[in-house]
């Protein structure tokens, strides 16, 4: 019997694809976005929204994750944009592996400049998951309570942006918009927080913009 | 259950690499803002292993609390409710240094 010292990460077979993804994307100027939420916080609602706003600007392909169906790619390809699904049947995140093999469709649009990868609706093994992508972005909407920050913290920690979704239904709930912010800071003082609204329009443009500008500064970094 | 899988999957390529055939012990170092919940791991890898030749192995976990260190003071300490501020002198300039770890120490094997 004998201690075999391992010294591994778990996950570093999926982060070593990842980091394979990112050269991938970075190399043909694509700046993409993972975006991460539980399900029914309006996810697609916000890429459809997006597509409209920023389409002219940037070139724009999705990855849609979800355990069965393209229902949501279907949503994606009404607007004109290039959309796929990845179906993940038992599993409850995407991984870096699946959207490797999907990255050579991304190429074939021809163009692309900005991929989102919408994962499956869940706020735990998404955070973990690494798909090589530039930015992590949590989605909330103001039907899930302003805790949830404190309850998922390691998505808040690991998110460059914060969505808070579904604004126009403030009234209707007691969630604090106050609270949500200040629960999300404590966990991840960096954090950009947008508030949307899709069925109303607010805040779509302040979160696209912020976008626009991301992917310009990453491509003004790679070109120095 | 995929982290397991992602896990035992290392252990596996590990056993050949050193020609061992039973697992006696598994070491992994769990941080505390990590996703993984060290009961549910527990759970999984006991399902994993059942009626397999790796039964009865011990997983053995140890749980990584989230530490912060100040720039300012160069105080350690525990970062409580993720409190950002520096408990000794208040400053503002809090870096993570553990709780992101989710790796296998080492096993026991024969």
């Not at chain 1, 955070?127 to 920050?149: F, H, I, R």
């Not at chain 1, 899709?198 to 970094?221: I, N, P």
């Not at chain 2, 720039?71 to 408990?87: D, G, I, T, V």
Request: glycine content about 8%; hydrophobic content about 40%.
């Amino acid at each position: 019997m004998h201690e075999i010292l391992i010294e591994q990460g778990i996950l570093s077979k999926n982060d070593e694809i990842a980091g394979k993804n990112r050269e991938w994307l970075r190399a043909r100027g694509v700046f993409s976005i993972n975006m991460v939420s539980s399900p029914g916080s309006g996810k697609t609602s916000i890429i459809e929204k997006t597509a409209g706003l920023v389409n002219g600007l940037l070139k724009l392909a999705v990855i849609e994750g979800d355990m069965e169906t393209d229902l949501d790619a279907e949503r994606i390809r009404r607007h004109g944009i290039p959309a796929k699904q990845i179906t993940t049947g038992r599993a409850c995140h995407l991984d870096a592996h699946q959207v490797h093999h999907v990255l050579p469709w991304v190429f074939e649009q021809g163009g692309i400049r900005l991929l989102i990868i919408e994962n499956v609706g869940n706020m735990v093994c998404p955070a973990e998951y690494d798909l090589g992508e530039e930015m992590k972005v949590a989605v909330m909407s103001v039907t899930e309570g302003d805790d949830k920050p404190l309850k998922y913290p390691a998505l808040f920690s690991a998110s460059e942006a914060l969505i808070i979704n579904k604004t126009d239904l403030l009234p209707y709930t007691d969630f604090n918009m106050e609270r949500a912010r200040k629960n999300a800071l404590r966990i991840n003082p960096d954090l950009r927080v947008f508030e949307t609204s899709c069925t109303k329009g607010g805040g779509l443009a302040e979160w696209c913009g912020f976008l626009v500008s991301s992917a310009g500064r990453a491509a003004k970094a790679r070109a120095k | 259950m995929s982290i397991t899988r992602s896990m035992m999957e290392i252990v596996r390529e590990e056993m050949d690499r050193h020609g061992v055939k039973s697992l006696k012990r598994l070491k992994v170092r769990i941080g505390e803002l990590t996703a993984v919940e060290p009961e549910a791991l527990r759970f999984c890898f006991e399902a994993y292993v059942k009626g397999t030749p790796l039964e009865g192995a011990v997983l053995e976990i140890e749980d990584v609390p989230l530490m912060g260190w100040c720039a300012q003071c160069s105080a350690e300490f525990r970062m409580e409710y993720f409190l950002r501020a520096c408990p000794e002198c208040e400053g503002a300039s809090v870096t993570k240094t553990t709780g992101h770890e989710l790796d296998i120490v080492s096993m026991e094997a024969e």
